[in-house]
């Protein structure tokens, strides 16, 4: 069978990165190809980039999380200057989370449009977060030119409508864990919808365990519950969503290249 790949976690947060050698091995038992450690803040990213250098099977992006307001502000030279790393694959994540941060959000438009601008300089997509800023977000990709460069949408929760427009623009669909909750009735329709050849799939580990660990740490292993549940709504099978969404991710990810034993 095809290995799987967990487009999105973040492997040096806690716990995870206390036990990650045995995290590392209950994915590679459980089918998990590849891991793409994601960056939050620029102060955490040289932890991102040595996992990334120090395991063959780790892909690191580099960026700074909407939300994150302790850390230092990226410019777009930074971004850049970063993103030459070759085990840097995506910039991000970036984009618009009006959930968790409230008032003026000039700030957080700003910093999502300087990672626009990073990642069409330095030619690798990126890793977009929206939560309750849908229209802003798409607004703010197209005004950019986002299209250009293309990328992901992580973690996704939004409409059909939503989703549609993503997919005008260049960008992969990515499911997580949260498609297994009993209550995600609409965003499985929109798990129907998603054309093969832009669906991936993510566990946003530590986060967001899918069902039947609902509560519990996640880790990139559980991204084959996210994988047999997609394919179950797509009536599909866990080879075919493998297969899909593997060659999916190294083809958005053009930067990564994977690992053989
Ligand atoms: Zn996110
Ligand atoms: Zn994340």
């Known amino acids: 069978m095809t290995l799987l790949v967990d487009s999105h976690c973040h492997l040096n947060f806690e716990p995870l990165n206390a ?13 998990v190809g590849h891991m793409l450690c ?3 803040t620029l102060e955490t990213f040289p932890e991102i980039r040595s996992l990334a250098h120090g395991h063959a099977r780790v892909f690191a992006s580099v960026g700074v999380h909407p939300n994150e307001t302790e850390g230092r502000e990226p410019t777009v030279d930074d971004l850049v200057s970063l993103a030459k790393d070759e085990r840097v694959v995506a910039i991000g994540e970036t984009g618009l989370d009006y959930y968790r941060s409230h ?14 601008r990073a990642a069409k300089q330095s030619g690798k997509p990126l890793i977009i977060h929206t939560r309750d800023a849908a229209a802003d977000t798409l607004r703010i990709m197209r005004e950019e030119g986002a299209a250009d460069i293309g990328g992901v949408m992580h973690c996704f929760t939004e ?16 499911f997580s864990g949260i498609v297994t909750f009993r209550n995600a009735e609409t965003l499985r329709e929109v798990v129907k919808q998603v054309p093969d050849d832009r669906l991936l799939i993510e566990t946003d580990a530590p986060y967001l365990a899918p069902v039947p660990y609902r509560g519990k740490t996640n880790e990139p292993s559980f991204v084959r519950h996210v994988a047999e549940c997609v394919a179950g709504i797509r009536q599909s099978d866990i080879d075919t969503i493998a297969s899909v969404t593997t060659r999916n991710f190294f083809t958005l990810f053009s930067h990564a290249v994977p690992a053989h034993d």
């Open 38 to 40: 994601v960056s939050v």
């Open 159 to 174: 409409s059909w409508e939503v989703a549609r427009a993503a997919l005008d623009l260049n960008f992969f669909i990515s």
């Open 19 to 31: 036990g990650l050698e045995d995290v590392l091995l209950r994915a590679r038992e459980n089918g």
């Open 103 to 116: 008032g003026d959000m000039a700030w957080q438009q700003e910093r999502f449009r300087r990672h626009i």
